[in-house]
Nanobody, 123 residues
Framework: VQLQASGGGLVQPGGSLRLSCAASGFTLDDYAIGWFRQAPGKEREGVSCISSSDGSTDYADSVKGRFTIFRDNSKNTVYLHMNSLKPEDTAVYYC?????????????????WGQGTLVTVSS
C-alpha cells in the first residue's frame, strides 16, 4: 500500500504546475484525499481536500481561486493543479488519504501519507 506524490519542480512566479498523487495497493476513490505542504521553518498546513463520496472540495484561503483538486479514478490518481504560483507557495507538498474527510482536513490525520514533492517558486 503506497501513495506516490510527484510533479514538483522549479517554476517562475505566475507559472503553473500539476502535482499527482497515485495510489498502489488500494483504491483512491474509497478515500478522501488531501494535499498538505510544509515550508522551511513552518508547520505543515492543509492546502486542499476532496471527498470520497460526492467529490466535494475544500481549499485553504491562501490558494482559493488558484489551485484545483480533482480525481481521475481510471488512473487511481488525484491531481492538484496550481496556477498563478507565488514564492510563498514554495514548500514540500504531501498527499494523504483517509476514509474520513473530517479527520483528514480538520485534524490532519490520515491512514496513508505519501512522500513529499518539492515545489520551488522563484525567478
Amino acid at each position: 500500500v503506497q501513495l506516490q506524490a510527484s510533479g514538483g519542480g522549479l517554476v517562475q512566479p505566475g507559472g503553473s504546475l500539476r502535482l499527482s498523487c497515485a495510489a498502489s495497493g488500494f483504491t483512491l476513490d474509497d478515500y478522501a484525499i488531501g494535499w498538505f505542504r510544509q515550508a522551511p521553518g513552518k508547520e505543515r498546513e492543509g492546502v486542499s481536500c476532496i471527498s470520497s463520496s460526492d467529490g466535494s472540495t475544500d481549499y485553504a484561503d491562501s490558494v482559493k481561486g488558484r489551485f484545483t483538486i480533482f480525481r481521475d479514478n481510471s488512473k487511481n490518481t488525484v491531481y492538484l493543479h496550481m496556477n498563478s504560483l507565488k514564492p510563498e507557495d514554495t514548500a514540500v507538498y504531501y498527499c494523504a488519504a483517509d476514509q474520513s474527510m473530517f479527520r483528514l482536513w480538520r485534524l490532519s490525520a490520515a491512514d496513508y501519507w505519501g512522500q513529499g514533492t518539492l515545489v520551488t517558486v522563484s525567478s
